[in-house]
C-alpha cells in the first residue's frame, strides 16, 4: 500500500521505522540523523508524516525522532488514556527506553500538549522545548463560543466540540474522513496548495478507521482533565520557544504565564500548518533555538 509507513519512508532515506512497547501500548516512530536528541510529536489531523518536510533539514544536526503519540498511525489505540498527561509518561518510557537522559522535545496541535505536558512532568529529562503553534489546554478553553459570531475575525473551531461527542462521530465518517481533512486543510491554510493531494491521502488512510476516529477523539475528549492537571502545573524553568502561524497570538497570550525562559517566534503568511507551509521557516527558528 503506497500509503503504509514501509513505503513512506523509502521517501526519506536516512530514517527507518520502529515500534516500541511502553506504559501498556506499542508506539510507532521515525527516527534519523545524528546528534542530540529532538523528539517531535505531531498533531491532528495528521501523522509522523506532518514533518516530512523538516525531517532531513533538522536532521543535518540532531538525532530525530517523529512519535506517533497513542490513537496516532501506526501506534496503538487502547480505549483510555488519551490524557495529555499520561500520553507524555508514553513518550517518557520511550525516551527511558532509547536511553537518551535528556531530550530536547517539540510538538504541533495536539503534540504541541503532548510535549509541553511532558516538559512540565518530566524536567528532568528536558533540556528545551519547541511549542508548535498550539498551547496546552487550560481553563480558557471553557470560553470558546459554541456558535460563530458574525463579524469576528476567527475561524470557528466547531471541530472541537464535535470530537467530544461519543460514538457518533466514527458512525458518520467511518471511511469518509477525506471530508473533514480537506475542510481542515482548505479553512486552517493560507497556501493550500503546500499540502498536496498525496498528503491529504496519506492521512486519509490513517484516520479512515472507526478506531482511529474514536481514537483521535479521545485526545479531545480529554481536554477537562488535561485543564485540571494544568492548574498543578510549576512554571517551566528550561529554555522554551513559541514558533506560531495563525496561533501565534494564543502562544503570546499563553506561554508567557506558564514559562521562565521564553522566546516566541511568528511565522509570516503562514496559518495553521506550519510545518507544510513554511518548513524552512519553522526549521530554521527550531535550529536557531536548539543551537543557543
Known amino acids: 500500500m503506497k500509503y503504509s509507513d514501509q513505503e513512506l519512508i523509502k521517501l526519506l532515506p536516512i530514517f527507518s521505522n520502529h515500534y516500541v512497547q511502553v506504559n501498556n501500548t506499542t ?16 498533531g491532528y489531523p495528521e501523522t509522523w508524516w506532518a514533518y516530512h518536510k523538516v525531517m532531513p533539514i533538522l536532521a543535518a544536526k540532531y538525532h530525530v525522532i517523529v512519535v506517533e503519540m497513542r490513537g496516532m498511525g501506526s501506534s496503538d489505540k487502547p480505549m483510555e488514556g488519551y490524557e ?32 509541553f505536558s511532558f516538559a512540565a512532568n518530566y524536567p528532568e529529562s ?74 491529504k491521502a496519506v492521512y486519509a488512510s490513517a484516520y479512515n478507521s472507526k478506531d482511529a476516529i474514536r481514537a483521535s477523539n479521545g485526545w479531545y475528549q480529554a481536554f477537562p482533565q488535561d485543564i485540571e492537571d494544568n492548574k498543578t502545573y510549576s512554571r517551566l524553568t528550561m529554555p522554551v520557544i513559541g514558533i506560531g502561524g495563525s496561533g501565534y497570538e494564543m502562544l503570546k497570550m499563553s506561554l508567557p504565564n506558564s514559562t521562565t525562559d521564553l522566546q516566541l517566534k511568528k511565522v509570516e503568511e503562514s496559518g495553521h500548518f506550519i510545518l507544510s507551509e513554511k518548513p524552512n521557516e519553522t526549521a530554521g527558528f527550531i535550529m536557531e533555538f536548539l543551537g543557543q
Do not use: C
Open 126 to 199: 528536558t533540556s528545551k522545548l519547541i511549542v508548535l503553534d498550539t498551547p496546552h489546554p487550560d481553563a480558557g478553553m471553557y470560553h470558546l463560543p459554541i456558535l460563530p459570531i458574525p463579524g469576528a475575525d476567527y475561524l470557528y473551531p466547531w471541530w472541537l466540540a464535535f470530537n467530544q461527542v461519543k460514538e457518533l462521530p466514527e458512525q458518520l465518517l467511518e471511511g469518509r474522513m477525506e471530508i473533514v481533512i480537506e475542510w481542515l486543510f482548505e479553512n486552517l491554510m493560507k497556501d493550500k496548495k503546500s499540502i498536496t493531494d498525496f498528503d
Open 84 to 115: 495529555k498527561k499520561n500520553m507524555a509518561k508514553d513518550i517518557h518510557e520511550l525516551v527511558k527506553i532509547l536511553d537518551f537522559g535528556k531530550v530536547n522535545i517539540g510538538g504541533h496541535d495536539i503534540g504541541a500538549h503532548v510535549a
Open 27 to 42: 508506539l510507532h516512530y521515525v527516527s534519523g540523523g545524528q546528534g542530540e536528541p529532538l523528539v517531535l510529536i505531531p
